[in-house]
Structure formats: structure tokens, C-alpha cells
């Protein structure tokens, strides 16, 4: 999944993957119109602005792309569902309850977050979990559950521990260690660990800095059982996960016979 930032300030890259040659390579297109973190506000009207002239230059020029929107609000997830989006990435943990109606209504996939209750936009202080694995395991069961008690069909639901978002590096590195747990669940398990604060913090390096660490992140979640993996650098997450694949095969697949 290839992050498309239709913003200048995306923490990360300052808005280099604004430009959609980023994104070659990848299968699933995550196209988002509003920064994670704290910044400028950005009405609905703005972010649609943003976001679905994209989303339907995209669907005509790639057909056979999955396209995701990155969006927390019913009404750019609507407004983007009309354009031609597939899959809409909630990762506010439904901060806005009618997104997963939308989903349901033009027959989405929706991927499922955890923010630990953190508003939208909005820097964790001092998370605490009693039991984090169990309660982030709990958390996107309940959500997956409501998704489709609204009526996203369960083959079209992915979770997401959404590592940093809620969570202090601590966490989003047991929650690395723990991905087997989180796909035990049955359902997809989508990571967003690509140049994330808990990788610099943990190596302590820059965000310039963060390229070999978020490798070896995606080739543990993989390991472990991840079936998506939302990334700056796709081609280089390619060939980490094509290599994570080749060494997890059966000795029979390898032998030269």
C-alpha cells in the first residue's frame, strides 16, 4: 500500500509522495488529504478538494488498482466512494461512526484502527494500557464486529494495531512483537510503520534516518503474519517482503528440483 499525501506537510516526506510516481509498484493506493498529526485545519470541503480528483484520475487511468482513502469523516469517504475509491482507511478508529455506514452502503472495504480513543489529529499523552496486546486485540474485534453490525461485508474488513497512533514507542514495538497475536483474529492485519517516530526513537536516528529500521519492522510484522503494509518506499518494501516470503517458504519449494 503506497502512501499519496495530497498535502504539503505530511510529517515524513514534506509532501514528496504529493506526486503519484511515488506510489510505483504498489497494489493499493492510500490516498490522504489531511496530515496525522497537529497542523493547519483542514475543513471537509478542503480535504475532498484534495482527494477525490485523484481518486477518480486514478480510477480511470488503473482500473485494477485497489484505491484506499486515508479519511476519519463520512462525508469525504462518500464523496470519494462516488469517485471510484475501493477501500477507506479509518485510522481515527472510528471517530466518525458514519464512515463505516458509508462503506456499507456503496460496498467498501474499511479498515479498522486503533487510536486508543486519541482524537482525530491529536498527540498521545502518557498512554497507559493495563493489558496492551489483549486490549488492542479486544478493541479492533469489537470494531470489526461493528462494522459489521453496519453492514461492511466481512470479507471487506482489515485491522490496524495503528502503531504510534495512541501509543508511545514502548507500545508500538510489543505491538510490533505481538502481529501473530493480532492476525490469530481471523482478520487481515494492515501495519503503518513506515518511517513512524517509534522506529527513529528506537534506533535513534532522524526521519531522513528511518529507511533500514522500518525495513526490518515490515519483514517482523510479515514474519508474523501481516498481510498489508502501508509504506513510503515501495520499492524497497517490495523486495524486504519478497525476501521475508522466499525464507518463510518450505525446503521443498527451494530445492533446484
Known amino acids: 500500500m503506497a502512501v499519496i499525501n495530497r498535502t504539503r506537510d505530511s510529517f515524513y516526506d514534506r509532501g514528496a509522495s504529493y506526486e503519484l510516481a511515488a506510489a510505483a509498484g504498489a497494489e493499493i493506493l492510500d490516498i490522504g488529504g489531511v496530515k496525522a498529526g497537529p497542523g493547519d485545519e483542514v475543513s471537509v470541503a478542503e480535504e475532498i478538494r484534495r482527494v477525490v480528483p485523484v481518486v477518480a484520475a486514478l480510477r ?3 482500473p485494477g488498482v485497489v484505491l484506499s482513502v486515508d479519511t476519519w469523516r463520512a462525508p469525504v469517504g462518500a464523496a470519494a466512494a462516488g469517485a471510484g475509491a475501493d477501500l477507506l482507511n479509518d485510522t481515527w478508529g472510528g471517530a466518525d461512526p458514519g464512515l463505516a455506514h458509508v462503506a456499507a452502503e456503496h460496498g467498501l472495504g474499511l479498515v479498522c484502527a486503533h487510536s486508543g480513543g486519541l482524537a ?7 498512554p497507559a494500557y493495563p493489558n496492551l496486546a489483549g486490549g488492542v486485540i479486544a478493541a479492533l474485534t469489537v470494531a470489526a464486529e461493528r462494522a459489521m453490525a453496519a453492514g461492511v461485508s ?3 474488513i482489515v485491522i490496524d494495531p495503528a502503531h504510534d497512533f495512541g ?11 505481538r502481529t501473530a497475536d493480532l492476525a490469530a483474529t481471523g482478520w487481515p492485519v494492515l501495519v503503518a510503520v513506515s518511517n513512524k517516530d517509534f522506529v527513529g526513537e528506537a534506533l535513534d536516528v532522524g526521519i531522513a534516518e528511518r529507511g533500514e529500521g522500518t525495513l526490518a519492522v515490515l519483514a517482523i510484522c510479515a514474519w508474523e503474519g501481516a498481510r498489508l503494509f502501508r509504506v513510503h518506499d515501495v520499492a524497497a518494501a517490495r523486495e524486504a517482503l519478497a525476501a521475508v516470503t522466499r525464507l518463510r517458504a518450505e525446503p521443498s519449494a527451494l530445492s533446484p528440483g
Open 167 to 177: 501509543k508511545n514507542t514502548w507500545h508500538s514495538l510489543e505491538l510490533t512483537r
Open 154 to 156: 466481512p470479507d471487506r
Open 60 to 62: 480511470e487511468r488503473h
Open 120 to 126: 482525530p489529529r491529536q498527540r498521545p499523552h502518557r
